[in-house]
T-cell receptor, first 110, second 112 residues
Framework: GIQVEQSPPDLILQEGANSTLRCNFS?????LQWFHQNPWGQLINLFYIPSGTKQNGRLSATTVATERYSLLYISSSQTTDSGVYFCAGEGLYNNNDMRFGAGTRLTVKP | AAGVIQSPRHLIKEKRETATLKCYPIPRHDTVYWYQQGPGQDPQFLIS???????DKGSIPDRFSAQQFSDYHSELNMSSLELGDSALYFC???????????FGQGTRLTVV
């Protein structure tokens, strides 16, 4: 399966700050998704974004498929944004094999 | 809207026992994935099924087996449980061919 690298591994912000999380893939991917894992362990879908840009409130994501990376932007962060953010994708030629990155642990302080 | 249902939510087993985890995908989803997430780790891909056939295999131990049934629900069978099998086990479902995957709430397995 593909290798997924996320950066930074940890991020501490003050409430109101903006941040950018990055995800690099070892190969071309299908079905690229961003998730937020809340303190109860639930994986919440943020974006399904194999290419292009999407926005949802204070969050937006951009995937540049030809360069094998995706970015998640969080603006005006709130304490409730804290948690672990994962990206995951499937290799273009290897479906049904969705692999996760190691995650970015975000802590937003009041 | 219907979501992915996993049962049980919590399970406590002793070493060397067996466990069966169940996953009910979203209706009309034909693909199921299983993941294992240890404390502080990212979800590790175990196995996937498409149309009731094994599709891909990740780091699934030989002590584990899984299958997808005619109604598309899937079961993960775990035998000779070890302390290291304690983890959160997720199931996800999707429609194959470029669609968003959705996760269940997970089964937290504790082996004592």
């Amino acid at each position: 399966g593909i290798q997924v690298e996320q950066s930074p591994p940890d991020l501490i912000l003050q409430e109101g700050a903006n941040s950018t999380l990055r995800c690099n893939f070892s190969d071309s991917v299908n079905n690229l998704q961003w998730f937020h894992q809340n303190p109860w362990g639930q994986l919440i879908n943020l974006f399904y974004i194999p290419s292009g840009t999407k926005q949802n409130g204070r969050l937006s994501a951009t995937t540049v498929a030809t360069e094998r990376y995706s970015l998640l932007y969080i603006s005006s962060s709130q304490t409730t944004d804290s948690g672990v953010y994962f990206c995951a994708g499937e290799g273009l030629y290897n479906n049904n094999d969705m692999r996760f990155g190691a995650g970015t642990r975000l802590t937003v302080k009041p | 809207a219907a979501g992915v249902i996993q049962s049980p939510r919590h399970l406590i087993k002793e070493k060397r026992e067996t466990a069966t985890l169940k996953c009910y995908p979203i209706p009309r989803h034909d693909t199921v994935y299983w993941y294992q997430q240890g404390p502080g780790q990212d979800p590790q891909f175990l196995i996937s099924f498409y149309e009731k056939m094994q599709s891909d295999k990740g780091s699934i131990p030989d002590r584990f087996s899984a299958q997808q049934f005619s109604d598309y629900h899937s079961e993960l069978n775990m035998s000779s449980l070890e302390l290291g099998d304690s983890a959160l086990y997720f199931c996800a479902s999707t429609r194959t061919g470029g669609f968003e995957a959705f996760f269940g709430q997970g089964t937290r397995l504790t082996v004592v």
